[in-house]
């Protein structure tokens, strides 16, 4: 749960617990005139001064919070309740009952507020009974719309879907499941409306159209203030103030609720690639042997303040070589994506490299400063990503995107880049390529969209392809075909390429040498075949006997829960769900043992598995 | 028994169903898209079976409509003797509580501001099954059916994992007792260590309370392991369907070889040859005459763009292929 937004609360609670209690503070009385005594200044009586008609000001201005306040919470309630009414059956229902409920809405919001109450008030003459209908005809919509727009956004969740499996009537879908869903939204458009409206009030009285004198008002306060304006300035600064300050507090109320009802953590907001930073001193790294792409040791990642000892990667030392391919394989929280993003530099918001060096051509990308790494991005490695829908720009048709990605690192001509777009769009199977370059990504299909990707991604010839589940999005056949056409450029490019996956069969298929990782370690590594051949750590062993196989036994879950990074088991990490555990294991954390060429395992008992 | 299609004792009957989706907006009729083309598809009590099919091929619309969330553009839905299409809505809702549903993706299943307690109670009050002050007493027993614990009822789906939230949607679908279980890829969303779990809980609710089960999903060597029988749909057509055993050993249809080959397998170098098609699926809105499957397909011969093949008996006569090409089974 967030922090409640305690200071606008505060505020606001004293303004509206001084308004309630205006009749019982022993306040003079708002209305009673001492006219010998018009315009007094401050006084110990009168600690704000007289008004025009020799009037308290201060209790006219508490007075007045009473009025102003009450008649803008009664038109916001009035006008949350009637629309969000009416926008969740407008939403829910659809339909005719969505043309009435919402469109008429759309009448309502032709006139400008002001105008709309003008001209009811003229017609109904003024005085707190009008104002408050007509205050809450002036938000009504506002808050149709929200409710309206919020309806449409959860229907389509499935846990709507499953209420009416169950059997749930419409009446019991709209208040047990959708409303409190919506809930958020609309009460910040409470606080919202009640705040404008109190300015609205003040408007409205101030041009005599409101609450009717001698009763007090802000507005009433400010116009007449106003003709006095030369001989008792204070006078209209008391109101002035009044208003402002209940404004302030009230939208940053309106702020602070929405902060702790959306449930996106603030921080996430910021930009995924935006920091780059590393707190442990740079490490001299030794020369890599030749033919090796990117060369990462003792990478270790921390989360949030690097005091705090959550290390999401701890330690991981791997390396891709020239037309190789190296698979990181683990389930959803093991760190696979985050690792292999630090490991290139793209170090996202939140997370800090505390430690190792990657290297990339005699060049530390954890050092490098963050223009040098722009340029290496796109041009000497590149990335695919799982959804290519949302990795390609909609606005721009695809051929010159992937053009602009050329030009951003090579100095050819419009033209020219044009050209080996198309080339690249052929190279990658885009049938009819000519065509297809002067689509949008929309027009194109989500394998086609890969491919693009794809195609973009290699048109400056990379070294290292990092690809983070490109496959997972689509359909088996398209899977296929996706990975012959990474298989065929790694053969014929000596590109490196580092795929990142939870699919072990997707392994099988395309990787080399594969890393098993587990709660931000490496548990084991090695070639392909031979590790699902002959796993060495438990851990392996669970997952290749969970993956579903065409024959042979029903696949077999592994117990338990991967551990979050600060809460991780002392000894092996792995150890609390591992069915081959002795005592030793619970107690120390066991190193990468070296068990073979190119093999490695973190169990103490690789040998005897 | 007059095919392997219409058994006497089958719980839920679809016959010939089809739906279609009209595109276009409020005023302006646009295409029409042939979602479902004529499947026909029964269980009987007990019984699993699987639908498999890539995007597009209609197996969730197929789901929907077995479960009356959608109506048929033609065809007919039976559901122990009753026409879903002929009932009142009375009569539609009570049949609710038997036939129910599980979804992909538990963390949009679950509604994210009510416990999962009272998610699972949703059903008990909507039918009324069990009186008010029993209510907790019986979600605490479906949570421990489903292996949670009965504290676990306080929690919001915030503090489970995704595993843990299908948990809980499979015992908000067990509460009003169902006799008919459609689970909408069920597994996919799961990691794979998790998956296992879920689907041994599948299998064993199955043969435990003796559930019909849809199980739509697109991972082949899943529905093998949780499905006695198996259709495979391709542009909303049924393209194969008989037992697991013999579809997935020896696959007659063209599709069903490549959708078998282009899984990937953990044993990928002993893997049988590897077809890999060429393109895309067409578009539904403008599907190739004769055999949808054609402009695909390895085998493809001329005759296959004039007739629309029909699903006939190879050897089994449970075992159903619609290709023209004899020669290739």
Known sequence: ?609 | MTNGLSMTNSLIEGRNMSRSFHGGGFFRRGRSIQAVSDVSISLSRGEAVGLVGESGSGKSTIGRLMLGLMDLSAGRITFDGDDLATLDDKRRRALRRRMQMVFQDPYSSLDPRRTVGSQVEDGLAIHNIVPKDKRRERVAELLGRVGLEPHHADRTPRQFSGGQRQRVAIARALATDPDFLVADEPVSALDVSVQAQVMALLADLRSRLGLAMLFISHDLPVVRHLCDRVVVLYLGRVMEEGPVEAVFSAPHHPYTRALLSAAPSLHAASRRERVVLRGEPPSPANPPSGCVFRTRCPSAIDACAGVVPVLEARGDPAHRVACIRHDIG
């Open chain 1, 1 to 609: 749960m967030r922090r409640l937004p305690w200071i606008p609360i505060v505020a606001v609670g004293l303004i509206v617990l001084a308004a309630l209690a205006a009749p019982y503070v022993g306040l003079a009385d708002p209305v009673a005139m001492d006219v010998a005594h018009r315009l007094a200044a401050p006084s110990a009586a009168h600690p704000l001064g007289q008004d025009e008609y020799g009037r308290d000001v201060l209790s006219r201005l508490i007075w007045g919070a009473r009025t102003s306040l009450g008649i803008a919470f009664a038109a916001a309630a009035i006008a949350c309740v009637v629309g969000t009414i009416l926008g969740l059956v407008g939403g829910y229902v659809r339909g005719v009952a969505e043309l009435l409920a919402v469109r008429s809405m759309d009448v309502v919001l032709c006139f400008p507020p002001l105008l709309l109450a003008l001209l009811v008030v003229t017609l109904m003459g003024p005085g707190a009974s009008t104002l408050i209908p007509v205050l809450a005809i002036v938000y009504l919509p506002s808050f149709t719309r929200v409710a309206y727009a919020g309806v449409l956004s959860v229907r389509g969740h499935e846990y709507v879907t499953a209420m009416k499996v169950l059997g749930a009537g419409r009446l019991r879908i709209m208040t047990r499941t959708i409303l409190p869903n919506i809930a958020g939204p609309v009460l910040v458009q409470f606080s919202l409306a009640a705040a404008s409206a109190v300015v609205l009030e003040s408007g409205l009285s101030f041009l005599g159209l409101g609450v009717v004198p001698p009763a007090p008002s802000w507005g009433l306060m400010i116009g007449a203030a106003r003709g006095t304006m030369v001989q008792a300035p204070l006078l209209l600064l008391w109101p002035c103030l009044a208003l402002t300050v209940t404004i302030l507090a009230m939208n940053s109320l309106c702020d602070g609720l929405r902060d702790v009802l959306d449930p996106h953590p603030a921080a996430r907001r910021a930009s995924w690639f935006s920091r780059f930073r590393r707190i442990a001193a740079p490490v001299v790294p030794e020369p890599a042997e030749p033919g090796t792409v990117l060369d990462v040791r003792g990478l270790t990642v921390a989360i949030g303040d690097p005091g705090d000892g959550k290390l999401a990667v701890r330690d991981v030392s791997f390396h891709v070589r020239e037309g190789e391919t190296l698979a990181i394989v683990g389930e959803s929280g093991s760190g696979k994506s985050l690792m292999s993003l630090s490991a290139i530099g793209m170090v996202p918001a939140g997370v800090e490299v505390s430690g190792g060096t990657a290297t990339m051509e005699g060049k530390d990308l954890l050092a490098l400063p963050a223009a040098e790494l722009r340029k290496l991005l796109g041009d000497r490695m590149a990335m695919i990503f799982q959804d290519p829908g949302s990795s390609l720009n909609p606005v721009h048709r695809v051929g010159s995107q992937i053009a602009e990605a050329i030009r951003a690192h090579r100095p050819v001509s419009r033209r020219a880049a044009m050209t080996q777009a198309v080339t690249l769009l052929r190279n990658v199977g885009i049938p009819d390529p000519e065509r297809r370059a002067k689509a949008f990504p929309h027009e194109l299909s989500g394998g086609m969209r890969q491919r693009v990707m794809i195609a973009m991604a290699i048109a400056n010839g990379p070294r290292l392809l990092v690809a983070d589940e490109p496959t997972t999005a689509l359909d088996v056949t398209i899977q296929a075909q996706v990975l012959d056409l990474l298989a065929s450029l790694k053969r014929d490019g000596g590109l490196g390429l580092l795929f990142i996956t939870h699919s072990l069969p997707v392994v099988a298929e395309i990787a080399d040498r594969v890393a098993v990782m587990y709660a931000g370690e490496i548990l084991e590594e090695g070639p392909t075949a031979e590790i699902f051949a002959d796993p060495r750590h438990p851990y392996t062993a669970a997952l290749l006997r969970s993956a579903p196989k065409d024959d042979g036994p029903a696949p077999e879950g592994i117990p338990g829960t991967v551990p979050v990074p600060g809460d991780l088991p002392a000894g092996c990490v792995f150890a609390p769900r591992c069915d081959k555990r002795i005592d030793t294991c619970v107690k120390t954390r066991p190193p990468l043992f070296d068990i073979g060429p190119g093999r490695a395992s973190r169990c103490i008992r690789w040998a005897s598995l």
